[in-house]
Structures are given as structure tokens and as C-alpha cells.
């Protein structure tokens, strides 16, 4: 192939950036970094509104520089440690007009108390905003969002948020800090539990799914929630997946990996942003006019506010990057920011930052505009109380649906990793079920970290709950702990004798193991990827007894299973799976839902192969240039190449066939279009799902292309012998990547191309096709 670039050039960010401030033209194409007039849509809230912009210029002039410091500022309610209480101090700052927003505070009753302190306090009687992390769902917990990607089911995925915003905006909530669209790829990291995995294309239509569910049509329904798109950005590749750690990425690997998730959440209308705590560019982020300015605003056309994560000015000192609050304030506010949560930074500094000539009074101006505009759109300013309904709230919270929908989707979310011989679903004869581990009747474990609202300790269905309640007439479920997932009982055999005496009096054991719920999550870095506590060596003795074993495992993140993987004959994987989890589990299990998940994240055989994903590079020595054992290829001594799981992977009740790939025409020019059709027939007894999957691969670009990108899937039901063809349409900007000298944009060549049901070379044979200048 040529190395010569074809395609309509697209600049730079920091070349269009030159060129906006130049009055220079500069060449425009499809981009994962697009300027405005290139959007398809606009969001339905962004549109210009003549009353409100004067109502807005009318409020800032009457405005006193605190109170415009003031709508800058997000504090916290003291809720989450000690229930609806509000520190006497942040009271007052919230009558004075010091404070725009709160977060952690929910109820109507206490939201309209805070509201109250607010409005008929203070003369210009401006309403709060209400903040909480809204996450997998407020009082009804929907599987983490990992889990949730595991579905693959956009629809799912959508109906999760809609009713996560139902709950929240029940108990006065205006505003959510999700979705979490950060790409992330390395399983020690805890917060690759609140993302969509490693991949671009599914992460991005997923943020989009999620921000449909908060945000619906009309921000002003009182039903509806401002979603933020964060943590804006690289956060997901800091380095040693220790959390807050150092991200050092190219501008590339930026521009084509981390940044169009956030991009396609633009595109879809997202009010609000929150950046990161990490450095780009040794920059951090709060600080990055780059980030927040140069390429949100001016390239995609942003047109809501830009919040901080709590404490990130602050955290600019301890970085190195400023030499003090007062610094660090005005290279956030200089940068783009426009909120800042909780350090009350811009509230001590801002002031006299202004009075020095060190922030410019019209930038502080555009800033509350910003916020002032998303509460007028909320509706709060002609109502401020329209969100506290008691009566609401009672007839919301807990619908019988929303339940039902939590359950539905928990199920959708669960992969079957392994099933040898059968296992699941579990047979008619199996009369006598074990439930052992640690898991197994844990309330507060199944809904997993950042379960906002959810009443840990009561609501949440565990794996023996659900096993007993949805058994068979004549089947007996009992339960033993059996081991610990606690780092500090590794070793111990406390319990093992309890659980073997179980297993041994049972047809079946289900183990259920895995992780605490807060071993994932923010600040739930590890440096291990097994099995925690001694729950290795008890399944290892389970497994000894000769009874068949049913590995459950309830985690966040990716597991180095590789003994189980060798050892167990049945596998699923059920992450934190919300309030009816326990009911998920049992459909699983017995047969009631056949399982259709598939991998958002690759699963390594040992932690010591992470960072991995499956559209990485080839190297110069591949090692499949090797004979077998060949030193000088890149490869370990101790281990495979290979992941335990790969992206994609997932097993079924019953098994699909999948025809060879037929392309509509062997080549395509710049303005063409490729169809690939493949027919998928269910080769099995039962019923059951299937993500088909496309693949692509660039075999020779003006820099190094990924072994294989997701480019398409779709999901299907087919019934027993039941088939059906499914067909991807691929154009030239589908093939789009950031080029050698930095524009993007496709280039003429060889493609592979792949329909399949997971990622990896080996899954099916691939087409090639020409795509010409």
C-alpha cells in the first residue's frame, strides 16, 4: 500500500486551534475530533432561547462578583456520613449566596429545605443545584457498569439510566456525575467497575445510550437529569492501574483511543462535564486549557458547564503545577473550568485573583452564565421546588418495573465463561444444591461500589436468596460461607470443614466467590488479580470432592481465574448485579434465561500480562514468526501470549453457526460504501442470543494499525434451527484514524475483515477488500 494520505485532510487540535485564532481556513472531514458546524444535530437543550438569555444578562448584572464566585461553587451535604444534616457553616454560605450547588443531598423533603435556606434568604433568590453520583442507579441498583456493558444491549443499557433518573429526580436530584465514558484497559485499576471496557466503539455507544436514558428529550421534564461526561481525560490509563496515578499518552493515542467516547457524548447532547484528576502533557487536567477550551469548546462545540472532581484545583499544588490555592484557582478558571466541587478554591481565592488582574471578570461571567442557563432550562428559576414532590417520590421509589427491569437487565449482563459437560443449566436431578462462599449470602456485596442510594444492608436479593426462592418443587438449597474474601485471612481454614461437610451431602455446588464490593470502585487499585482471602484453596478442595462445581464470581474488574478456567467445569461471570441479583443469578442458573453476555474487557491469564486488550499492536518480532519456545519474539517465558478471555468471548445455553463472510464488492473509492453479510443460524436445542460482532483490521498504514478494531454488532434471538443473515455497511471514514502527520482521516490499502462472535484472528476466517484513492 502507498503511505501516501488520502482522504480529505483534517487538522490538528492544535493546528485548527492556530488556525481559529489566525482567521485562516482550514480543510474540514469526518473526525473523531469535529468542529461544530460539522455535528449532525445540536442538542435539543442548547438551542438558543431570546428570554432566557435576557433573564440570564438581567440576573448576572444585578450580581455582586461573591455571588457570581458563589454560583462557581459545588458543596457537600453531610448525608452520606451522617444522614440529612448540612454543616452550619455551608448554610450560611448557601443564604449569603456563596454556594450554586450541592451535592449529596437527596429527598424532597431535604432537598426543599436546602432550596429554601436558598431562595428565601437571599434577595436575588437564585435556586441550588442538586448533584449526587448517580451511577448504576439510585435506589433500584442495576448492575455495575461494567456489567452492564456486558450486555452489549443498548436498548438495556438506555432503560437502566431512564429509570435511575426516574428515582433520582423522585428525591429532588437535578444533576448526575455519570456516565463514566473513560476507556480503560488495565484490570488493577478499581474504577474499570464503573466504565464500558476497553473498547472505543462499544464505550462510545454506550455513553451515548446512557446519556439518552439521564437526559431523555426535555431537560425541563421534571423526570429527566443533567448527565456529565467524565473524567475528562486519560484518567483510564494511569500507569500501573494505580488510581490518581500519572497518565503519560501520546497526543495519538489520546485523539484515537480516550478522547471519542467523550466526543460522542457531546454528540449526543451531554449538559455537563467533569475532568480528571490525572495529568495530560504533564498538565493536570483541571488546569488543561487544551482539554477544556481548545479542544471542548472550540473543536466540538460544547455548549454546558465543566465541573471539577472534588478537590482536583486543589490537587494542583501536591501536583507541582501550582504553588498555591490561589494559583491553582486561576489556572483552572483561566483553563475552562466553570465549577469547582468542593475545594471552595474559587470561593477563598477568586476574589482577589480578579482584584490582581490574574482572572479576567468576563470569564467569571461566561462561567455562571453557563450554570445560570442550565437552571433556567431545569425550570428551577420559576419553580425552585418543582422537583421536592413527597407524593412523587412515595409512588416512585421501587416500582414493581423498575425492579423487574433491574432483574432483566442483571441477567442480560452475566458471561458465561465456561460450561464443560453441561453443567448449567443445572439438571432436574440435581435435588440437593450447595451455596458456599463468601458471596453467596452477602447483602452489601451484590450492589457492588457507587450504589448511590441503595439500601445495602436489606433490599438487595443474595445468590442463596435467589437460588431458594426460584428453586424447583423438591430442591433444597443451603448455604454455607465457608471461606473469606479478607486479604489478612489468606492462609486460614477457618470454615473449610463446614463447607466440605455441605458439599459432600449435595448434588451441586455453586461457589460463590469473587471480591468485597469496595475492593472496585475509586481508590480499589490491586496489585493482584486472584481470588482474595483463601477462596482459591477452598474451591480448590470443592473441586477435589468430585461433586459438580458452578463457579460464581461476583466482581468489578477482570480475575486472573486460571486454575478455575483448568479446573471448574461451569463459569459465570455475574459482576455486582443490583438489588435482584440474587434472582439473575437463579435464571441463570437453572435454566430460566439463557446467558448472552459478552466480554466488554479482556480477561489475562495473570496480572502480570496487564495492561492487555485485544486491539493492540504487533511488533516487530511477533511470535508467530517463532518456532515453538523461540527466544527472540516478543513473549513471556512463563506463560501464553494469549488472554485467558478474550474481548468479546461469551457462552451460551446453545451454539450458533456462523456462515463465511460475503462482501458486496471486493473494493470501494472515497466515496463508496462495503456491505459484509454473514448468516448466523442456532445450531443448538434452545433459544437464545447472540452478539454479532465486526472486525477490522488496516494491514499497512503511515503508522502501526491494531491487530483488530471493533467496527459493528448487533444482537440477535434466533430459535432452534432458526437463522438469519446479518449485514454491516463499512465507508471510508469508518476506517479513520489519526495519521503520521496528525490530521484524521482514512488511507487507501488492504483490509481484513471480520463477522464473528468475539474478538481474536483465530475466530473465523477473514475477507479481505480494497479501499482505493
Known amino acids: ?72 461553587t459545588l458543596l457537600t451535604s453531610d448525608w452520606e456520613s451522617t444522614g440529612p444534616t448540612m454543616r452550619d457553616t455551608y448554610k450560611q454560605d448557601i443564604r449569603s449566596g456563596r454556594v450554586g450547588a450541592i451535592f449529596n443531598a437527596y429527598t424532597a423533603d431535604y432537598t426543599r429545605e436546602l432550596q429554601k435556606v436558598a431562595v428565601e434568604n437571599h434577595r436575588l433568590k437564585i ?3 442538586f448533584g449526587y453520583d448517580v451511577i448504576h442507579g439510585h435506589r433500584t441498583i442495576f448492575p455495575i457498569s461494567l456489567g452492564e456493558a456486558a450486555s452489549w444491549d443498548m436498548e438495556a443499557i438506555e432503560k437502566s439510566a431512564r429509570v435511575s433518573a426516574l428515582e433520582a429526580t423522585a428525591e429532588g436530584i437535578h444533576w448526575t456525575f455519570s456516565p463514566m465514558v473513560d476507556i480503560a484497559r488495565d484490570a488493577r485499576w478499581g474504577r474499570i467497575s464503573e466504565g464500558a471496557g476497553e473498547d472505543v466503539y462499544l464505550g462510545s455507544k454506550i455513553a451515548r445510550a446512557r446519556v439518552r436514558g439521564y437526559q431523555g428529550d426535555d431537560l425541563r421534564a421534571t423526570d429527566t437529569l443533567l448527565a456529565t461526561a467524565k473524567h475528562f481525560a486519560g484518567y483510564g490509563a494511569a500507569q500501573a492501574g494505580r488510581d490518581y496515578h500519572t497518565v503519560d499518552i501520546s497526543e495519538r493515542t489520546l485523539r484515537d483511543v480516550y478522547l471519542p467516547p467523550f466526543q460522542a457524548t457531546v454528540d449526543e447532547g451531554v449538559a455537563t462535564f467533569m475532568t480528571s484528576f490525572n495529568e495530560y502533557d504533564g498538565v493536570p487536567a483541571s488546569g488543561s486549557r487544551y482539554l477544556l477550551t481548545d479542544v471542548l469548546r472550540d473543536q466540538w462545540g460544547f455548549d454546558g458547564f465543566v465541573v471539577t472532581d472534588y478537590t482536583s484545583i486543589n490537587e494542583m499544588v501536591p501536583h507541582g503545577y501550582a504553588r498555591d490555592l490561589k494559583q491553582a484557582g486561576e489556572q483552572a478558571l483561566n483553563a475552562g473550568v466553570d465549577m469547582d466541587m468542593q475545594g471552595a478554591v474559587f470561593m477563598e481565592n477568586l476574589a482577589k485573583s480578579v482584584e490582581q488582574g490574574l482572572v479576567d471578570v468576563a470569564d467569571i461571567d461566561t462561567a455562571v452564565r453557563r450554570i445560570l442557563e442550565m437552571k433556567y432550562r431545569l425550570g428551577l428559576f420559576e419553580d425552585p421546588y418543582r422537583y421536592a414532590d413527597n407524593a412523587r417520590q412515595e409512588a416512585t421509589l421501587y416500582k414493581p418495573e423498575f425492579l423487574e427491569a433491574a432483574r432483566d437487565v442483571a441477567r442480560k449482563s452475566m458471561v458465561l465463561l465456561k460450561n464443560e459437560g453441561n453443567v448449567l443449566p443445572l439438571a432436574a436431578s440435581a435435588k440437593r444444591i450447595a451455596v458456599i462462599g463468601p458471596l453467596g449470602n452477602s447483602k452489601p456485596d451484590m450492589i457492588g461500589s457507587w450504589a448511590a442510594a441503595g439500601d445495602r444492608g436489606t433490599r438487595p436479593v443474595t445468590v442463596f436468596e435467589g437460588m431458594q426462592a426460584n428453586a424447583r418443587d423438591g430442591v433444597n438449597v443451603e448455604y454455607v460461607k465457608g471461606a473469606s474474601y479478607e486479604f489478612a485471612d489468606e492462609g486460614k481454614t477457618d470454615g473449610f470443614a463446614e463447607a466440605l461437610a455441605l458439599a459432600e451431602r449435595s448434588d451441586v455446588i455453586v461457589a460463590a466467590m469473587g471480591e468485597k464490593w469496595d475492593m472496585t470502585g475509586e481508590a480499589a487499585s490491586r496489585t493482584s488479580l486472584d481470588l482474595p482471602g483463601n477462596q482459591q484453596a477452598l474451591l480448590e478442595q470443592l473441586v477435589a470432592t ?57 480477561f489475562p491469564r495473570t496480572v502480570g500480562q496487564a495492561p492487555i486488550h485485544y486491539d493492540m499492536k504487533r511488533t516487530g518480532r511477533p511470535i508467530e514468526l517463532g518456532e515453538p519456545g523461540a527466544k527472540y519474539v516478543s513473549r513471556y517465558l512463563n506463560t501464553s501470549n494469549d488472554p485467558l478471555y478474550r474481548f468479546g468471548y461469551g457462552l451460551s445455553y446453545t451454539t450458533f453457526g456462523y456462515s463465511p463472510v460475503v462482501l458486496s464488492a471486493p473494493s470501494m473509492g472515497a466515496g463508496g ?20 460482532q465486526l472486525y477490522v483490521r488496516d494491514l499497512v498504514g503511515s503508522v502501526t494499525r491494531p491487530v483488530q478494531e471493533l467496527k459493528g454488532f448487533e444482537k440477535i434471538e434466533l430459535q432452534p434451527g432458526e437463522s438469519r443473515t446479518v449485514s454491516f455497511s463499512i465507508k471510508p471514514a469508518d476506517l479513520a484514524f489519526t ?21 481474536g484472528a483465530e475466530a473465523s476466517t477473514p475477507v479481505t477488500f480494497t479501499l482505493t484513492e
Do not use: C
Not at 553 to 566: F, H, Q, Y
Not at 577 to 590: C, E, K, L, N
Not at 678 to 689: H, K, L
Not at 752 to 759: C, D, F, G, T, Y
Open 127 to 129: 435556586p441550588l443545584l
Open 546 to 602: 468430585g461433586k459438580p462445581v458452578v463457579l460464581v464470581v461476583l466482581s468489578g474488574r477482570p480475575n486472573s481465574i486460571t486454575w478455575a478456567d483448568e479446573n471448574v467445569p461451569a463459569i459465570l461471570h455475574a459482576w455486582y448485579p443490583g438489588t435482584q441479583g440474587g434472582h439473575a443469578i437463579a435464571d441463570v442458573v437453572y435454566g430460566d434465561y439463557n446467558p448472552s453476555g459478552k466480554l466488554p474487557v479482556t
Open 1 to 72: 500500500m502507498s503511505a501516501l494520505i488520502a482522504g480529505v485532510a483534517t487538522p490538528s487540535v492544535a493546528q485548527q486551534v492556530q488556525a481559529d485564532a489566525t482567521g485562516e481556513s482550514s480543510p474540514s472531514a469526518s473526525s473523531d475530533i469535529t468542529a461544530v458546524s460539522n455535528r449532525p444535530d445540536v442538542a435539543q437543550w442548547s438551542a438558543p432561547d431570546a428570554q432566557m438569555e435576557a433573564f440570564v444578562d438581567d440576573l448576572i448584572a444585578k450580581m455582586t462578583l461573591d455571588e457570581k464566585i458563589g454560583q462557581l
Open 739 to 759: 495519521r503520521q502527520d496528525m490530521t484524521h482521516g482514512w488511507e487507501p490499502g488492504e483490509f481484513e475483515l471480520w463477522i464473528a462472535p468475539s474478538s
Open 673 to 692: 460504501t462495503i456491505t459484509a453479510s454473514a448468516t448466523i443460524a442456532n445450531t443448538g436445542d434452545v433459544a437464545g442470543e447472540e452478539v454479532v
